[in-house]
């Protein structure tokens, strides 16, 4: 299984959390939840950093801005998401 197809499995069962920071940035840019989980499901692997375990996943919110996440899975068998952002790249 790809990672992107093991991190939305994981957030199809609602296997996922958002730290603080997360929250707090999402909050900033007008994001929710459901945002964040729809850019999860429909979004793409990006960019990797194999030493840290983070992965960066570009997709949409509901309203079809771009959105970026950043996160991790952990040893628990979780996605932990560690910051979120509206995405500006073309």
């Not at 790809?2 to 929250?23: F, K, M, P």
């Not at 900033?28 to 194999?50: A, M, S």
Request: charged share 30%; net charge negative.
């Amino acid at each position: 299984m790809s990672r992107i197809a093991e991190i939305q499995a994981l957030v199809r069962n609602g296997l996922y959390y958002l730290t603080e920071h997360a929250d707090n940035e999402a909050m900033q840019d007008d994001f929710d939840i459901y945002d964040i989980e729809n850019g999860l499901l429909n979004g793409r692997i990006r960019k990797t950093w194999p030493k840290e375990g983070k992965l960066e996943v570009v997709g949409k919110s509901l309203d079809g801005r771009l959105i970026g996440i950043v996160c991790r899975l952990t040893q628990g068998n979780k996605v932990r998401v560690i910051t979120v952002y509206e995405d500006q790249t073309k």
